[in-house]
């Protein structure tokens, strides 16, 4: 069965210092796989893909098919960049589902 | 464009009433997941509709359903309620579910089974 793991559940940095967010996945095949951000009474939203290879409010996520692992991010925390982020994988053919994982709590600290 | 909206936001029922949630997805988007997410077992895919068909669905009960009407807005139902279903249900709108899609969440509805 796919799966996404997060393995923690609060990370703590200080402003300025590098964020990583740990993300592993398990399938076999070739996943799509995505970056959720939700900000506080904001709704969950988008941050990036590992299809667009893009970097978003700094942040980056290189696919590592031999870890199976998705790591999130980012070389300078900023305060603005505390919230919850999920890890989600999508798998072809299962339409319109996403898997999540349990999300990590980024806290950056002044 | 107007992002995807969720009526009611808030909902109190009691054990065995049943409940419909209403989702409208972004003008254009075809395809609508639904998604239930609590502190223990997190966000767990529900299902998913795409013209007016249910095209993917979850590990969850027969008590949860859904349709999806010819203007892609979508509801929700869930009968003979438990306390377990308390829960926030959050929908989703994409153009048509695809992985190369990009999923919309609404606000979501808190559901409270008393």
């Known amino acids: 069965a796919q799966r996404v793991t997060q393995p923690e559940k609060l990370l703590s940095v200080f402003k300025g210092a590098p964020v990583e967010l740990k993300c592993n996945y398990s399938?076999?095949?070739?996943?799509?796989l995505f970056w959720y951000v939700q900000y506080s009474r904001q709704r969950l939203q988008l941050l990036l893909r590992h299809i667009s290879r893009e970097s978003i409010k700094g942040f980056t996520a290189d696919l590592n098919k031999g870890e199976t692992s998705f790591h999130l991010k980012k070389p300078f925390a900023q305060e603005e960049d505390s919230a919850m982020y999920y890890c989600a994988l999508q798998v072809a053919g299962n339409t319109g589902k996403l898997i999540f994982g349990q999300g990590t709590t980024l806290q950056v600290k002044p | 464009k107007a992002g995807v909206t969720q009526t009611p936001r808030y909902l109190i029922k009691t054990r065995g009433q049943q409940v419909t949630l209403s989702c409208s997805p972004i003008?254009?988007?075809?395809?609508v997941s639904w998604y239930q997410q609590t502190p223990g077992q997190g966000l767990q895919f529900l299902f998913e509709?795409?013209?007016?068909?249910?095209?993917n669905k979850g590990n969850f009960p027969g008590r949860f359903s859904g349709r999806q009407f010819s203007n892609s807005r979508s509801e929700m139902n869930v009968s003979t309620l438990e306390l377990g279903d308390s829960a926030l249900y959050l929908c989703?709108?994409?153009?048509?579910?695809?992985?190369?899609?990009?999923?919309?969440f609404g606000p979501g509805t808190r559901l409270t089974v008393l």
């Open positions: 989703a709108s994409s153009l048509d579910g695809r992985t190369t899609d990009t999923q919309y």
């Open positions: 003008s254009g988007h075809r395809s």
């Open positions: 509709y795409f013209s007016e068909t249910q095209r």
């Open positions: 399938y076999s095949g070739s996943p799509e």
